[in-house]
């Protein structure tokens, strides 16, 4: 079965909540998707703190590691502020990754260079964790207006 290989950036209350859920969805996933989706490798400022049970994953403080990796085909961001988050997703984008973040601030201030960074790439940008409860609406917005001229 192909799989989808994903990194995350951040390991902290939104990052670890995405690893856990991606476990614990993991078949649900494969159903519905078709693909097995893998966490290959994981952003963290401390490599030495210790963390729950995580295995066949690279845990690294060092985001050229991730950059490197050839095999990863989604970058999940959630790191607070602006930088270096902001700077991480051009580079993930710049590589030909699709990108997914939680990180309000930024997208705040980077979203529209994103976008537009990610349209001249040929990749997604997932921002809908942005916002929290809006989730639903923002999905049904930007579909019934893809067609509305």
Same mark, same amino acid.
């Given at each position: 079965?192909?799989?989808?290989?994903?990194? #995350?950036?951040?390991?902290?209350? *939104? %990052? &670890?909540?995405?690893?856990?859920?991606?476990?614990?969805?993991?078949? @649900?996933?494969?159903?519905?998707?078709?693909?097995?989706?893998?966490?290959?490798?994981?952003?963290?400022?401390?490599?030495?703190?210790?963390?729950?049970?995580?295995?066949?994953?690279?845990?690294?403080?060092?985001?050229?590691?991730?950059?490197?990796?050839?095999?990863?085909? #989604?970058?999940?961001?959630?790191? *607070? %502020? &602006?930088?270096?988050?902001?700077?991480?997703?051009?580079?993930?984008? @710049?590589?030909?990754?699709?990108?997914?973040?939680?990180?309000?601030?930024?997208?705040?201030?980077?979203?529209?260079?994103?976008?537009?960074?990610?349209?001249?790439?040929?990749?997604?940008?997932?921002?809908?964790?942005?916002?929290?409860?809006?989730?639903?609406?923002?999905?049904?917005?930007?579909?019934?207006?893809? %067609?509305?001229?």
């Amino acid at each position: 079965m192909p799989s989808i290989k994903v990194a #995350i950036l951040g390991f902290g209350t *939104v %990052g &670890e909540g995405v690893y856990r859920i991606l476990q614990e969805k993991r078949e @649900e996933l494969k159903k519905s998707t078709g693909f097995t989706v893998d966490v290959v490798s994981i952003l963290v400022k401390d490599k030495m703190k210790k963390r729950t049970s995580i295995t066949d994953v690279q845990i690294t403080d060092d985001f050229r590691d991730i950059l490197n990796n050839p095999t990863i085909d #989604i970058v999940f961001e959630a790191i *607070v %502020g &602006e930088e270096p988050a902001y700077t991480y997703l051009s580079d993930a984008i @710049e590589k030909g990754c699709h990108i997914i973040t939680a990180n309000k601030k930024m997208f705040a201030k980077h979203g529209p260079a994103l976008m537009k960074h990610a349209e001249f790439r040929n990749v997604q940008v997932g921002f809908e964790a942005t916002t929290a409860g809006g989730v639903p609406i923002i999905r049904t917005v930007t579909n019934l207006l893809a %067609g509305d001229r």
